[in-house]
């Protein structure tokens, strides 16, 4: 892997991935070590949060198609060796505030139809909490998907805010949170049971009760500026560059 | 009967001893005394006489027997007989017969017994009684001596796999003296305790881990009391690296078996907090946001600090056993690396020297301790398990802070924050960058 070609970004634009179980086996304790080791390495770069957890769904049973994909990764982290996180120094604004941008790729999972949800979370700018999951149960529309991704990244939220009140930094204005369904917002802030939303877990109403306390603001945001839409789906690559940027993962050497 | 039977009449006769009353016992029945109830004897048969055993349908058809012609030679502690089969010379046990004790098998008309006895055990399914049978064949190793429910033997096949490759041992030794399977060791780490003892550097580095223990006052030497048991020890040793990849230090560690340890009884509980790495982010957000300085604390051996609450007993370390005493096992104080409760233990400790200090816990994360100071301005500890990052709004307070743990705890103060958790920090001109 020493000599191969680098990529610029580190998953296919729109590729999907099932089982592939009719293709031929791979070592999969080697395909376990580089799942294990890229795992570790997301937790400095955001950017490939998302394509490892694609390759992480395979490790039971690891196939030829993933280990390419999982390579393609690797090929990536070659070009962007020296990409780290950016934490800005010192204070563009006296308050601190907390964003969270939350987003959910209906569908996203073609064996079970499940959906993805993502978040990151933002302190004065510079990127400190991220996720990319595969959603617990099947949603119905793109709108449950994005309602029950909010509801996690709401826990997070919350958690956060906690931390940073013991830790005597106190954030002025609730955490917001950054959705670019509104009709999504609209449920979590009317308490109207429609009839296309009557059935979703109760738990997932967490939020509601979350927003009516005023815990937290939920804020429409368009789909441009939605930086967790890179941890739901694989981007073309000059938006990936963008949200890329925009999270804060940049080339050290440049600075 | 012939003599064969030997073993099994002592059964038997052991079988409706323990059945009948005795004077040792008062007319109790040995049984009844050791069970509590009185066992039944309507099943006793006379030794050695004919009996049928019923065919379950299954196994015949329509025309043929219903019953096989069997010699009763005891019992079967599941309340079945055991019969023998003087035709197929094969030894069943079955609940389905009826026994006529009035006759006998005639045993002089019977040919000579060929040396290789084929036998099978019939059990009978325990689930179902009309004797659903399951038998296997097993082949008697024993040809001298006939005793004919010998051992089942079982014939050992090497791996199918393994065919195409000559096999030998893991620790077999060729003509040279040399060991046939060599592994290279990979960068050169020893594993074998003996070939280290000849190395200086590694010798150094044993020594210097025992220094640390004793420093510490980890263990005293004492005799194993009866009933306890103790917990072997072995080296491990480790080349540590530089960020760029050159030695930097050879690291011996005495580490405990504690896979040998059992919960409950050695230990109890096992889990240690340590900070989440979002959380170790938002600490270096918020350092950066004040310009305060992130300092990275390392505690040298820390496991070693955790006082046990439970008694453990450990061997004393290959190559460094004490002459004369060599019987006699480490009584440990304080954590070894290994034992199960070894990182809450560590935990425990160092959690309440920051109490000391007047450092408190965060209570939404164990991992982060938080000092207020009187000027409003704070010191903020993120813990994972041996490295502290210390940073506050007073770089006095810090260094205060610094100096009573090193009070403590023997530490290595790495300075401004480099290189946590395998994650390099990169202060640059007006921003740390984290890769």
Redesign the interface.
Known sequence: MESCNTVSNPSETNSKLDECIKEEKVDSTMFKQIVGSLR?LC???PDICYSVSIISKFMHDPRKSHLIVAKRILRYIKGTI??????????QSEV?ELIGYSDSYWCGDLTDRRSTSGYVFK??D????WCTKKQPVTALSSCEAEYIARTFATCQAL??D???K????EVIKPPTLKIDNKSAINLAKNPISHGRSKHIETRFHFIREQVTNGMIELHYCPIELQLADGFTKAVKLDRFEFLRKELGV?D?MQ? | MPHKFWGEAVTTAAYILNKCPTKKLKLKVPEEVWCGRKPSVKHFKVFGSLCYKHIPDARRSKLEDKSEIMILIGYHPTGAYKLYNPVTQKVHICRDVIVNEAEKWKWESEPEYSSEIKQSYIYPDSSDESGDEEDYEVIADDQEEIIVPARPHRNRQAPVRLTDYEVTPDDAVNDEGDLIHFALLADAEPINYKEVLKTDVWKRAMVEELLSIERNKTWELVNLPDKKKKIDVKWVFKVKLNPDGQVSKHKARLVSRGFLQNQGIDYNEVFAPVAR???V??????A????WLLYHLDVKSAFLNGPLEEVVFVSQPLGFEIAGKENMVYKLHKALYGLKQAPIAWNKKIDQVLFQIGVKK????FG?Y?Q?LSDGG?V?ICLYVDDLLITGSSTSEVEKVKEKLKLEFEMTDLGELSFF????F?K????????
Do not use: H
Request: glycine share 4%; net charge positive.
């Open positions: 570790y937790n400095s770069r020296d990409f780290g996180l950016l934490f800005p120094y010192g204070a601190n302190f004065n510079a990127a400190i909490s958690w956060l906690s931390v940073m013991e830790l005597k930094c940049l050290v600075l | 790495i979002e959380t982010r938002l600490v270096t957000v918020i950066c946001k004040y310009k965060c209570s939404v994360e982060v938080v207020k704070t903020i958790l395998g994650m390099e990169v640059l001109k007006a921003r740390i960058v984290m890769y």
